[in-house]
Nanobody, 117 residues
Framework: QVQLVESGGGLVQPGGSLRLSCAAS????????MNWYRQVPGKQRELVAT???????RLSDSVKGRFTISRDNAKRTVYLQMNTLKPEDTAVYYC???????????WGQGTQVTVSS
């Protein structure tokens, strides 16, 4: 059974930085895509960043230039470095892993990020 555990969320002032981590355990396979999503109450979950197992990355327009996604395959961990945070970045951030099969779709429990003065 695959488990994803996020950490690193918290309260930060506008313009500040946070780094989220997502550690995977279980049989995740060598070929996968890891994503960070975020969600605010009453809105759909938004895809923020993606990284493939060979480290091809993609960022949403709303965070491009401010966020960076990376992964350490040896530690089975994906990171989301968030800089120049804005109040509109406030959300619960979720880690997601997708493998080669349709059933390989796993989610973490989420971590709250609050950007406020």
């Amino acid at each position: 059974q695959v488990q994803l555990v996020e950490s690193g969320g918290g309260l930060v002032q506008p313009g500040g930085s946070l780094r989220l981590s997502c550690a995977a355990s279980g049989n995740i396979g060598s070929i996968n895509v890891m994503n960070w999503y975020r969600q605010v109450p009453g809105k759909q979950r938004e895809l923020v960043a993606t990284i493939t197992s060979d480290r091809i990355t993609r960022l949403s327009d709303s965070v491009k230039g401010r966020f960076t996604i990376s992964r350490d395959n040896a530690k089975r961990t994906v990171y989301l470095q968030m800089n120049t945070l804005k109040p509109e970045d406030t959300a619960v951030y979720y880690c997601n892993l997708r493998g080669t099969r349709a059933s390989d779709d796993y989610w973490g429990q989420g971590t709250q990020v609050t950007v406020s003065s």
